[in-house]
């Protein structure tokens, strides 16, 4: 099946700095993927959708000025916490959907802000 | 009221036991989807289906689409089932999936 990569896995940032997650869909050209968040007890919730070669999709309540999306390319898709702060502090997880086949996940990141 | 329910939220079992998770769902979906979610977080995709029942080895899950209700079915659970089970939607306005808060399942040796 479809393999996506996401990293890293686990990042530890000082309050005020920016952080990138990579999620690269190895085998499976995306020109969609998703990227959700998970807090603790709570189930994920889609922050935005990541459009190959246009602007992504925002969900209501998430700053789009804050968690940077590009998707450059069929493969690539980046989400960047600018400005990070402890609130910020979760589990981010992208997700690709291959078409009638279902969705493949990223292995996820934990962000802890300090 | 949530557009994905689970239950129950926590189940503990002894090995061998039979186990049902429960799902029922409020939206119109093309697909409903059973996700494994380890300690780590990592998420596996258990089944995709839009009628009938799929089996995997242990694992058997159905659908009632008329009652808009999925039962995931783990026979003969081993402490290796533990994790968190998850009940998704394909329903979303992105193409995007619509999550339960999950089952977290506990087998005891």
């Known amino acids: 099946g479809a393999v996506v990569s996401q990293h890293p896995s686990r990042v530890i940032c000082k309050s005020g700095t920016s952080v990138k997650i990579e999620c690269r869909s190895l085998?499976?050209?995306?020109?969609?993927m998703f990227w959700y968040r998970q807090f603790p007890k709570q189930s994920l919730m889609l922050m935005a959708t990541?459009?190959?070669?246009?602007?992504?999709?925002?969900e209501q309540g998430v700053e789009k000025d804050k968690f940077l999306i590009n998707h450059a390319s069929l493969t690539l898709s980046t989400l960047t916490v600018t400005s990070a702060h402890p609130e910020d502090s979760s589990f981010y997880i992208c997700?690709?959907?291959?078409?009638?086949?279902?969705?493949?996940f990223g292995s996820g990141t934990r962000l802890t802000v300090v | 009221k949530n557009e994905v329910e689970q239950s129950p939220q926590n189940l503990t079992a002894q090995e061998g036991e039979f186990i049902t998770i429960n799902c029922s769902y409020s939206?119109?979906?093309?697909?409903l989807h059973w996700l494994q979610q380890h300690p780590g977080g990592g998420i596996v995709s258990l089944f995709m289906l839009s009628s009938g029942k799929k089996k995997h080895g242990r694992l058997i899950a159905t659908i009632n689409i008329q009652e808009k209700h999925s039962s995931l079915h783990i026979t003969a659970s081993h402490p290796r089932d533990s994790a968190v089970y998850i009940c998704?939607?394909?329903?979303?306005?992105?193409?995007?999936?619509?999550f339960g808060k999950g089952t977290k399942l506990s087998v005891k040796p």
């Open positions: 990541s459009n190959e070669g246009s602007k992504a999709t925002y």
């Open positions: 997700s690709v959907r291959r078409g009638g086949r279902g969705y493949t």
């Open positions: 085998d499976f050209q995306a020109t969609t």
């Open positions: 998704a939607v394909g329903g979303g306005s992105q193409g995007n999936l619509i």
């Open positions: 939206v119109g979906i093309s697909a």
